[in-house]
């Protein structure tokens, strides 16, 4: 079945903890994207993969680090946890089409992070 | 602040009538797209709309956009209970040359309820 893979799907830890949300995507997608939904503020972008070896910042980095060594796999790593990172993260995969700018994305299920 | 806002932001109906919703956008685009997520989970895409396009349908999905006007609107017909969900629409940042450069923004999203 064609998916996005996030894990852990629910994760309560402590301020300065380092912690990975891992991504993986079985669609051979080139695109790969994170993005954080809090109330009242909707979905925002953290960083996005146009392909392997290729990040970029989305509207919200500022404590967020990716790495896009494999086509597969796109993992967030949040270095230095504070509360303010306290929310349901989404990664999503696209085969994007440059020339048509279509950009339909796949999502996970979300993981939703608690720090304290 | 976000580049497609909806609206409005919850919507509250009775099963079999018609739900719209809104969303405007401040710049150009190539394409729009709208999203549905049920509680607390992954976006699912719905459907797509080009620049060109007016109208699309799907199923019993309207959609409906006006670039002049920098607006869309999401029409859902003889709706059902399993329709209750959060709707968004999403648009691509794009160059000077029209392309995506990966970063869709979405908006804040309507909650729709359907009372059976």
């Known amino acids: 079945e064609a998916q996005v893979t996030q894990n852990p799907r629910y994760l309560i830890t402590v301020t300065g903890k380092k912690l990975t949300v891992t991504c993986s995507q079985n669609m051979n997608h080139e695109y790969m994207s994170w993005y954080r939904q809090d109330p009242g503020l909707g979905l925002r972008q953290i960083y996005y993969s146009m392909n392997v070896e290729v990040t970029d910042k989305g509207d919200v980095p500022e404590g967020y680090k990716v790495s896009r060594k494999e086509k597969r796999n796109f993992p967030l790593i949040l270095e230095s946890p504070s509360p303010n990172q306290t929310s349901l993260y989404f990664c999503a995969s696209s085969s994007q089409r440059l020339a048509s700018g279509a950009n339909v994305l796949t999502f996970g299920a979300g993981s939703r992070l608690t720090v304290l | ?116």
């Not at chain 2, 109906?13 to 729009?32: D, F, P, R, V, W």
């Not at chain 2, 999203?35 to 989970?41: K, V």
């Open chain 2, 1 to 116: 602040s976000q580049q497609g806002e909806e609206d409005p932001q919850a919507l509250s109906i009775q099963e079999g009538e018609n739900a719209t919703m809104n969303c405007s956008y401040k710049t150009s685009i190539n394409n729009l797209q709208w999203y549905r997520q049920n509680s607390g989970r992954g976006l699912v895409h719905l459907i797509l709309i080009r620049s060109n396009e007016r109208e699309k349908h799907s199923g019993r999905l309207r959609v409906t956009l006006d670039t002049s006007k920098k607006s869309s609107s999401l029409l859902i017909t003889a709706s059902r209970a399993a329709d209750t969900a959060s709707y968004f629409c999403a648009t691509p940042r794009t160059n000077a040359g029209g392309t995506s450069y990966g970063k869709l923004t979405f908006g804040q999203g309507t909650i729709l309820t359907v009372h059976p």
